[in-house]
């Protein structure tokens, strides 16, 4: 099998493709760092300024009253007051460069704000406040950052921010690339099915071989991607593996960012497993390389047009395609089933990969033997 | 020639991958019409109610107020401002009460312009907001969006009270479905057609290195071969406007078409952003638009056209679809850009905003005009079309 490995790697090795994937990848880190020095992706300043705003913008819906009199203060308009307050603390700690008021300021407002969700007349509000989902992780960054006495990041010139927005777009793209990457894996085989079948090989091993050989190109792209990022992001900005990342595994944490990426990485090669095994799959359905990726992009968008299938059942793979909306929450807010977390995306991950092989196993095993028992029939003629 | 022509757009439209992209696109339309359009909700709306509160409430304070020399410099203000305000707001209501939507946008118009002049030049921007659904959580540029769009709307309703076609609430709250087609034009709508158009046109030279003796076969030159697949690649991708007229037929039955005489407002950036915002027609904004798509759906198509005589293989054709991202990375709203960044042809991917001139107004430059972007857009697809004339004289490499 191993030789046959090697076959398949002496093929495909002038293979466009494998380079192609590989100048995306260093594309994407390029315009990550390009991004990332023009955007205003989490940048404090300008973020607590906008969210004053709306929160004024939500107390505009009530009359101005005495916040203090529970007889003609609503709850709401109340926890809107104090919210506003413990925001000022933050714009204060921000224009005084005064960390500690800040994180005070951060720590107190999610949790006066974490009352307001199930408040009457808090639809009205909605927009004007963050959801549910992002003031948990809000208060689980900021929590930690005071445990652990970190520094506060103002800008987002910096190691952790750079992870959070690179793993955020890797996250968010994988799947589709290594689907779309892996998607004529076996259109050979069936382009050339005389000589193919001609290996004196098992299919088990043959589909073995070529699927080894596509994941550890697979591996070498992240382990390479992952390598690049980092580096050249410790070299710009300053590495600062510590520092605490929020993340959403059944509730709200924050872990150092050398264990987010950790888990990211994990978690992208258990993904690339299970797109090339779709892809295998779905070989052996369409025999249209155009057709298989438009499938891909079916089964990666399925949760957002169909949430109710996730809402129904937290097992299908397809809800956790996407690292970044799983590590996050965003898939299980959506949907409404907090059972969409990390530790089930790796569970449903792991079965699906086993359930799929076993099924592709005994497909082309049978198709095999059709074939073995067909050239029986013809005398070795086929 | 003709027959070359004739026979790549039957295979062209006999290919399997290319009628499965119609149907989706048809079907992704469709979706659009019927389930998505209805629920869009303008921030800017015709909203009796709202005219009616903010009317009482201001009336009630103008009613009841006593300005003494000691009066609150806020309430000094209010007495100054809220009566001319008010005087509008009269106006509307009993437009709308009567159905003289003239009446109505002349007096919007005047609302509109008045109040920018309050809560922008006032310098009073802490307490006065405009409306609020700018104001939502995670908008870092609210004030300025809501600006925008009060001086774009006084605009837009100063040509709906001296226009010559019938008033609508579905004109005034851009529903119609070439309005629609605006919105969408200044949205999502390019990314889409654009990527449509690369997966048309990704396989067009590739599928024939199958049957390269047969190709071989006809009496045309590489080059002009190629020229003939662009052209039906660009008929082709042409189509996929066709395939979502059903759901322009749709939104148009049931919110009505709109003409072509429609205001479109077009900004002019000028220092600190206090740029003009003038009207152009429906119809034009139309033309111009249509032509920026024609000529990306030619950079596309030339670019996959050469990328497949050099490189033969479909899977680096379909990495072409990155430039639609790039623009991403350097256009970013609040950053300080370089001009010569609007010399790159991936600056002008989001067609309707550049042709409206939102764009410039977002980033508060004034490099991305429409006519610098034809031209840009024009001179590198002719670039792409002269490598690929050289390539094609490369014997080896002529498909």
Same mark, same amino acid.
């Given at each position: ?20 994937i590989?100048?995306i990848l260093?594309?994407f880190i390029?315009?990550s ?133 690179f793993l955020f777009a890797l996250g968010y793209g994988w799947y589709l690339l290594v689907g779309i990457f892996s ?11 005389? *000589?193919? %079948? ?6 088990? $091993?043959? @589909?073995?071989?070529? #699927?080894?050989? /596509?994941f550890?190109f697979v591996f070498?792209c992240l382990v390479l991607t992952f390598?690049?990022a ?31 990426i950790?888990i990211a990485f994990l978690y992208l090669l258990c993904l690339s497993l299970v797109a090339i095994?779709v892809s ?16 891909h992009f079916?089964f990666f ?16 793979p397809?809800?956790y395609f996407n690292f970044q909306t799983v590590a ?13 977390? *990390?530790? %089930?995306g790796?569970?449903?991950m792991?079965? $699906?990969? @086993?359930?799929?092989? #076993?099924?592709? /196993? ?21 | ?399």
């Amino acid at each position: 099998m191993f030789r046959l490995m090697k076959t398949i790697f002496l093929v495909e090795r002038k293979n466009l493709k494998f380079r192609s994937i590989i100048f995306i990848l260093i594309l994407f880190i390029v315009g990550s760092f390009v991004y990332l020095d023009n955007s205003q992706f989490r940048e404090l300043k300008p973020g607590t300024a906008a969210e004053v705003v709306a929160l004024n913008s939500a107390l505009d819906q009530f009359r101005n009253v005495d916040a203090t009199d529970s007889d003609v203060a609503s709850p709401l308009y109340r926890n809107l007051i104090s919210q506003s307050s413990n925001l000022a603390n933050r714009t204060l700690g921000l224009l005084m460069d005064d960390q500690d008021t800040y994180i005070k300021g951060a720590t107190e407002l999610t949790k006066v704000r974490d009352e307001v969700y199930t408040m009457d007349g808090f639809e009205d509000v909605a927009q004007f406040i963050p959801t549910y989902r992002q003031n948990q992780l809000d208060g689980a960054l900021f929590t930690e950052i005071q445990n652990q006495e970190e520094k506060l990041l103002v800008h987002n010139s910096n190691f952790p921010t750079y992870i959070i927005l690179f793993l955020f777009a890797l996250g968010y793209g994988w799947y589709l690339l290594v689907g779309i990457f892996s998607s004529d894996i076996l259109l050979d085989e069936t382009n050339h099915k005389s *000589l193919v %079948n001609g290996y004196p090989l098992s299919i088990a $091993s043959k @589909l073995f071989a070529k #699927l080894l050989s /596509y994941f550890l190109f697979v591996f070498i792209c992240l382990v390479l991607t992952f390598t690049i990022a980092i580096t050249s992001a410790a070299v710009i900005y300053n590495m600062d593996l510590s520092y605490p990342v929020a993340l959403f595994n059944g509730d709200y944490l924050a872990i150092p960012v050398w264990q987010y990426i950790c888990i990211a990485f994990l978690y992208l090669l258990c993904l690339s497993l299970v797109a090339i095994a779709v892809s295998i799959l779905l070989n052996h359905c369409f025999k249209n390389l155009y057709i298989i990726i438009f499938v891909h992009f079916f089964f990666f968008f399925i949760v957002y047009l169909l949430p109710v299938l996730g809402k129904w059942m937290s097992f299908l793979p397809f809800n956790y395609f996407n690292f970044q909306t799983v590590a996050d929450g965003s898939v299980s807010e959506m949907t409404g089933n907090t059972a969409i977390t *990390l530790t %089930n995306g790796f569970l449903t991950m792991l079965l $699906s990969l @086993l359930v799929i092989f #076993l099924f592709i /196993y005994w497909q082309f095993h049978r198709s095999q033997t059709k074939y073995n028992r067909l050239k029986d029939d013809q005398g070795g003629i086929l | 020639m003709i027959g070359y022509v004739r026979w790549e757009l039957k295979v062209f439209f006999s290919n399997r991958k290319n009628i499965i992209l119609f149907i989706l696109l048809l079907l992704a339309g469709l979706y659009y019409a019927l389930y998505l359009a209805p629920d869009y909700q303008p921030i800017e709306s015709v909203n009796k109610n709202e005219i009616e509160a903010r009317y009482e409430d201001r009336q009630e304070f103008l009613d009841t107020v006593e300005v003494r020399e000691d009066s609150h410099p806020m309430t000094v203000f209010s007495y100054q401002v809220f009566p001319e305000w008010n005087e509008y707001d009269s106006t509307r209501l009993d437009a709308l009460a009567a159905g003289d939507l003239r009446t109505y946008a002349e007096a919007t118009s005047n609302w509109y312009a008045y109040s920018d002049e309050i809560l922008f030049s006032s310098g009073r921007d802490f307490f006065l907001r405009y409306t609020t659904g700018y104001y939502t959580y995670g908008n870092n540029f609210s004030h300025s969006d809501g600006h925008y769009a009060y001086l774009s709307s006084a605009v837009r309703y100063g040509k709906y009270a001296d226009a010559s076609y019938d008033l609508s609430i579905q004109i005034f709250e851009e529903r119609t479905a070439l309005q629609t087609l605006q919105r969408l034009l200044a949205s999502s709508l390019p990314y889409i057609l654009l990527i449509v158009c690369l997966f048309l046109s990704n396989d067009i030279v590739m599928k024939d290195r199958q049957h390269l003796s047969i190709v071989k076969g006809f009496p045309l030159t590489p080059f002009k071969r190629l020229m003939l697949k662009g052209l039906v690649a660009l008929l082709g991708s042409l189509t996929s406007l066709v395939v979502l007229v059903p759901a322009f037929l749709v939104i148009g039955f049931r919110e009505g078409f709109g003409t072509l005489s429609l205001p479109v407002v077009r900004y002019h950036f000028e220092f600190l952003n206090l740029g003009t915002y003038e009207s152009m027609s429906m119809g034009l904004f139309l033309v111009q638009s249509l032509a920026m798509i024609l000529l990306w759906f030619t950079i596309i198509i030339s670019l996959v056209l050469l990328m497949s005589i050099i490189l033969k293989n479909e899977f680096i054709n379909l990495t072409i679809g990155i430039i639609l991202f790039i623009e991403a990375t350097y256009y970013q709203r609040g950053a300080i850009i370089d001009d010569w960044l609007s010399y790159l042809p991936t600056s002008y991917v989001q067609i309707g905003n550049i042709v409206s001139g939102y764009r410039q107004y977002i980033l508060a430059i004034d490099s991305v005009t429409m006519i610098k972007g034809q031209l840009v857009l024009l001179a590198a697809a002719l670039l792409i079309i002269l490598l690929i004339w050289f390539v094609s004289r490369i014997k080896r490499l002529a498909i």
